[in-house]
């Protein structure tokens, strides 16, 4: 008896974890699944990361020093990593911020990318991310791009 007594309590606190971290998690899971589509070059997982209306947005300068919003196409972008080789797009990230209220998500995370093992760029890619149908997705990117400054 003791030993089922036991069993629920685990069964009981593990639960109650794992429901207390799964929204956070679920999200995290779909920017890293987002970011491990990129290294396998693969279109349709990649794709099945973002919203029918998703928005790219990449803050640069133009060649005359002037800063710069520009926007990209979702499927030009998904387009462009499926033809990547595979193992070529190795962006690395750490998760700074992750914020969930309801449907709605807020990730902020600084990153390093790779072209293979060539350091090509950091930056911060800054997510929000729509919960529809029980599935998070990316609604809105905006990054940040630069070659120096980074810690590698």
């Not at 974890?17 to 929204?23: G, I, Y």
């Not at 947005?57 to 005359?64: D, F, G, V």
């Not at 995370?109 to 093992?117: E, L, M, S, V």
Request: charged share 25%; glycine share 4%; proline share 2%.
């Amino acid at each position: 008896m003791k030993k089922l007594y036991f069993l629920s309590v685990l069964l009981f606190a593990c639960l109650m974890n794992t429901q207390a971290q799964s929204a956070e998690d679920s999200v995290k899971a779909t920017v890293r699944k987002m970011f491990f589509a990129m290294m396998e070059a693969d279109g349709a997982m990649l794709q099945d990361c973002f919203t029918e209306n998703a928005i790219m947005q990449t803050i640069t300068t133009n060649k005359e020093g002037k800063l710069v919003v520009r926007t990209d196409s979702v499927a030009a972008f998904v387009r462009q990593v499926s033809n990547l080789p595979k193992g070529l797009a190795d962006e690395r990230i750490v998760f700074d911020v992750v914020k969930v209220d309801g449907p709605l998500a807020t990730v902020w995370t600084p990153y390093q990318f790779y072209r293979r093992a060539d350091f090509s760029h950091c930056g911060v890619n800054s997510f929000q991310l729509v919960r529809n149908n029980d599935k998070w997705r990316i609604q809105y990117i905006i990054d940040t791009r630069r070659k120096t400054g980074c810690s590698q």
